[in-house]
């Protein structure tokens, strides 16, 4: 069975690395049009123009441009991503150090997110051609109009601000200390034996999760609805009648089943919006993941960060859709033989 | 007691602010053990008997008239909860496309076992065994091997053969087969039937069996009804009703030596240029809006009234209705003349007597 | 005469009453947008050191020359709301139609000619697409710049690709009809049967992807301006207002709810309206016939 996925894997594979190409051209490209001068950026204020210019041709800047990205190309396939303008670290462990961290979110949020959106669009199916229709339709469309970061501050408002039920920002406690490990803090607080730390990961999380998760639900809960709709006029759902079968059996066992594939496909490409979403809720919760460290080199102008950042959220995006294709290849009993 | 009965049963769908019939003033009774076979044109309302049965009506179609009665229950008013315990227990069905008839997500032996769960018949193993005896009574082989397959996997046939299996798995007293063939190459079609009648021999069920073929009804069926633009056209005996049909749709035009020689063929075959135009014509009236008054318009078939404007059914002495038209009946040998329907009656039982 | 019947003398697109409140929403964010200058109360960006975190006039504390407060600035919050429709507004209208030209173009060429141009642009989207929006507009910024034209610009670049995709299984669908194959055997030129025959029956999807996504410019103009790589901060900005906001959330939240309400008002009207164009104009029905 994983043996018909692998052929696909590959052909992704081959297809990523292309794709990983044109857009780290496209990036650097775009990032060099910048009227900033990342060598003027690098030294103290009080620079001299030699020595910026010394800095400049230090950096290799006065090379034309396609040379100066086969530099860096031939640096980025030895490995090194280069040394932050700001930071004076080394991109790869200042990426290192904060990329878990959005994974983790975004995929709590996507659960999240496909959770509500399966109740969600059960519901919108249930209701459909009763009076209730038009109000929770209008609903939907309400929930759709607003934005994860509308959604993180109205929580802020409310449960930070108003009720002060839940914390808003970083990801602990201030007097608590991230373990040592993967930098999946749920997965090494359990792993060290650390209950508290955990609880305290998971209160953090659950707002900025939550914001997301409400954000991207209701799109999925649409595509459910109309792919309910379209199974519903299937042949098989009239004969389970016929075999005296319970509406509840047939929606949830019947239906259900054929329904969720083209929601899946759909979660997949919404996983990569939510992916982008994450962005701005970590700003606005002061999160600190690589949303936060892409917005910092964006106002620094840190060009080698915001290089591997964007790969880096490229990649994801690449990984996450080829899982899906995989996944939809393997529930589906019709593309499985082949 | 017979176990299906229809009396006037009207079936309209609702069309804008009026309503159009699409069954009109149905009558059958189906004893135990019997097949009858429902025959007619596409368009003619045969599905919708079946979906009568199991009340389960596209939207904004219903019964608006007359009975339907299952074993003595009132099939049209009876309540939702037990008409479902009636399906797939007591009444079954076969539908047309074997193929998208079944979930194409789930194993055949999922299917069956969900199937066989409703039937509560014992636990996982008990099932296993059931479904892989219901397996071999359809003549299918490799029953294990089957029951891990994907429908898609399947052929037509293969998918019939395994759904009549689950139809009979509970020794219903009614079956509908809605067209069970139609979807199916013609070399099987033949196999098919004589599946259905195999089983339905072996359980004693009753089965309406719908078709637009005459020549398959004939195979199997005990009694037949013929359905004409929704209403009946002809119902007897299935013998009688080939041999000699009062009906010019049934035996084309006239005379039981043209009915011979149109005997087990197709009714489409059976009449000519003008008998399509006035199909055409009946068909174009079902979509219309208003009920007309004049159903069909007279035709003229080689020089004989076909039709004309109202019609009612009238029950003959000899168990072999005809619709006819105002009261009277139509000679079938001169529809010019229109003859008293006892007298008619006497004079087909001199001739029969004398065949 | 009952709202029913008076809803037959509406033209048929203008009968769902979701494409009624969607257009009055837009409607008066429009009109703030237009009228601006006339509509404020105070000039947005005139500071008053002494009216510092004013409360709405409605709570203890509040003066009714600042109707709905003043921002840390003693900037009244209204005015800046008003004054901020109209950057939404700017941004939505020039960035969508500017995205759609974009997209629906392309589109077009690739469902109706299919083969190797078909792919070629099939592969140029999902290059695009496998970058999450919101990043790939901040780069944007970062390398282009900031002000007005540049984030209509960077939305442009951005979001073409999701008209381009929609519309191109439409066009697909409609470029195999019988119809169009007649006008090309009728003589008719690529061009003119393209405008003739496919645009009027891809125009419906057309006008609600255009609505959709200028609820989506609205939003990425506010995330850029939240970020602070939108527009320069003398013009006022409701994501700029958002961020402002944040920082004093305790003292008060008064000034984040506001702009909060005003995009997400914005948006509401936008997707109504979308989604309403959606059902009256499709002429093949969807699942609910229902307004």
């Known amino acids: 069975m994983i043996a018909s996925v692998l052929p696909l894997i590959g052909r992704r594979l081959l297809a990523s690395i292309l794709i990983l190409f044109v857009v780290s051209v496209l990036l650097f490209f775009v990032l060099h049009a910048l009227p900033v001068d990342p060598a003027a950026m690098s030294l103290p204020p009080n620079a001299t123009i030699a020595e910026i210019e010394a800095k400049r041709r230090e950096m290799g800047l006065d090379l034309p441009l396609p040379r100066q990205y086969l530099i860096w190309l031939s640096q980025v396939l030895h490995g090194d991503f280069g040394v932050s303008i700001h930071y004076r670290r080394s991109v790869v462990s200042l990426v290192a150090g904060t990329l878990p961290a959005t994974i983790e979110m975004a995929a709590l949020s996507i659960v999240i997110a496909g959770l509500l959106g399966v109740v969600g669009g059960l519901v919108l199916f249930h209701v459909r051609g009763k009076r209730e229709e038009p109000l929770i339709d209008f609903g939907s469309i309400l929930l759709l109009s607003i934005p994860e970061f509308l959604w993180s501050l109205f929580f802020i408002l409310i449960f930070g601000v108003a009720l002060q039920w839940l914390p808003f920002t970083g990801r602990l406690d201030p007097d608590m200390r991230l373990p040592h490990g993967s930098g999946f803090l749920l997965a090494d607080a359990l792993l060290a034996g650390r209950p508290d730390i955990f609880w305290s990961a998971l209160k953090h999380l659950i707002l900025p999760c939550f914001a997301l998760g409400l954000a991207f639900s209701p799109t999925i809960m649409r595509v459910l609805r109309s792919s309910l709709i379209d199974v519903y006029h299937e042949d098989y759902v009239h004969m389970a009648r016929l075999r005296g079968l319970s509406e509840r059996r047939i929606l949830l066992h019947h239906a259900l089943k054929n329904a969720f594939l083209p929601t899946l496909s759909l979660m997949g490409v919404q996983f990569g919006f939510l992916f982008g979403g994450t962005l701005l809720v970590e700003v606005i919760f002061s999160y600190p993941g690589l949303g936060n460290l892409m917005v910092d080199a964006v106002r620094n102008a840190d060009l080698p960060i915001i290089q591997l950042v964007g790969l880096a959220y490229c990649v994801v995006v690449l990984i996450i859709n080829t899982v899906v294709d995989s996944l939809y290849l393997l529930l589906n009993p019709k593309l499985r033989q082949r | ?355 | 005469m009952s709202a029913g019947q008076m809803r037959q003398f509406l033209p048929k697109w203008l009968r769902s009453s979701r494409v009624a409140i969607g257009l009055v929403i837009v409607g008066v964010i429009g009109l703030c947008a237009i009228f601006a200058p006339l509509l404020a109360p105070h000039d947005p960006n005139d500071q008053s050191l002494t009216a510092i975190f004013l409360p709405p006039v409605w709570e203890q504390g509040g003066d009714p020359a600042y109707l709905l407060g003043t921002d840390s600035l003693g900037r009244d919050v209204l005015s800046r709301l008003i004054y901020g429709a109209r950057l939404a507004m700017l941004v939505a209208v020039f960035a969508s139609l500017g995205a759609m030209l974009i997209g629906a173009t392309l589109a077009h060429i690739a469902g109706y000619f299919g083969g190797r141009i078909d792919a070629w642009i099939g592969r140029a989207v999902d290059v695009w697409m496998s970058f999450p929006p919101v990043i790939l507009s901040l780069i944007l910024m970062v390398g282009i710049g900031v002000g007005v034209r540049n984030v209509i610009l960077a939305i442009v670049l951005v979001d073409w690709t999701r008209f381009c995709r929609v519309l191109r299984s439409e066009v697909l669908v409609v470029s195999r009809k019988d119809y169009v194959a007649a006008a090309r055997l009728l003589g008719f030129s690529h061009w003119r049967t393209i405008t003739r025959e496919i645009i009027p029956a891809s125009l419906p999807l057309l006008i609600t992807l255009v609505s959709l996504e200028m609820g989506i410019a609205v939003i990425v103009e506010a995330i850029l301006s939240f970020v602070g790589l939108s527009v320069s901060s003398e013009t006022p900005a409701w994501g700029q207002m958002i961020a402002d906001a944040r920082q004093y959330i305790y003292d008060s939240p008064w000034n984040l709810i506001f702009p909060i309400l005003a995009i997400f008002t914005a948006v509401l009207g936008f997707n109504l309206l979308g989604d309403g164009l959606r059902r009256t104009l499709d002429v093949r029905v969807t699942e609910t016939q229902r307004v």
């Open chain 2, 1 to 355: 007691m017979d176990m299906l009965i229809a009396k006037e049963l009207t079936v309209s769908a609702a069309l804008g602010d009026g309503s159009v019939p699409v069954i009109r003033d149905l009558n059958f009774s189906l004893p135990p053990g019997r097949i009858l076979g429902l025959v007619g044109e596409s368009g003619a309302g045969k599905s919708m008997i079946g979906r009568a049965i199991a009340q389960l009506f596209p939207p904004s179609f219903a019964v608006t008239h007359g009975e339907l009665m299952f074993d003595g229950q009132d099939l049209v008013r009876m309540p939702a909860e037990t008409r479902r315990e009636l399906l797939g227990s007591e009444i079954a069905f076969v539908p047309q496309e074997p193929l998208s008839a079944l979930n194409p997500v789930l194993t055949i032996g999922q299917q069956i076992d969900e199937h066989l769960t409703r039937l509560r018949s014992g636990n996982r193993r008990a099932r296993h065994d059931r479904a892989l005896a219901m397996l071999d009574a359809v003549h299918l082989s490799h029953g294990a091997e089957l029951l891990s397959k994907y429908p898609h996997q399947l052929s037509g046939g293969m998918c019939q053969r395994v759904l009549i299996a689950m139809a009979f798995a509970s020794r219903p007293k009614l079956l509908v087969a809605d067209e069970p063939t139609t979807a199916l190459d013609v070399t099987i079609q033949a196999r098919i039937v004589e599946l259905i009648a195999e089983m339905q021999q072996n359980a004693r069920t009753s089965v309406v069996f719908i078709t637009h073929d005459l020549r398959l009804a004939a195979q199997i069926c005990d009694d037949i009804l013929v359905l004409y633009a929704g209403r009946p056209a002809e119902y007897g005996p299935a013998r009688r009703v080939f041999g000699d049909p009062a009906h010019p749709y049934t035996g084309a035009d006239a005379g039981p030596e043209r009915a011979q020689k149109y005997r087990g063929l197709s009714v489409r075959a059976a009449l000519s240029a003008q008998g399509r135009r006035l199909r055409t014509r009946a068909a174009a009236l079902h979509r219309g809006r208003k009920e007309p008054s004049r159903r069909l318009h007279p035709q003229r078939h080689n020089g004989r009234d076909l039709c004309s404007s109202r019609r009612a059914a009238r029950r003959r002495g000899c168990g072999h209705t005809a619709a006819d038209d105002r009261g009277l009946v139509q000679d079938i040998r001169d529809p010019s003349r229109a003859v008293c329907q006892k007298r008619l009656c006497r004079g087909e039982e001199r001739e029969l007597r004398a065949a």
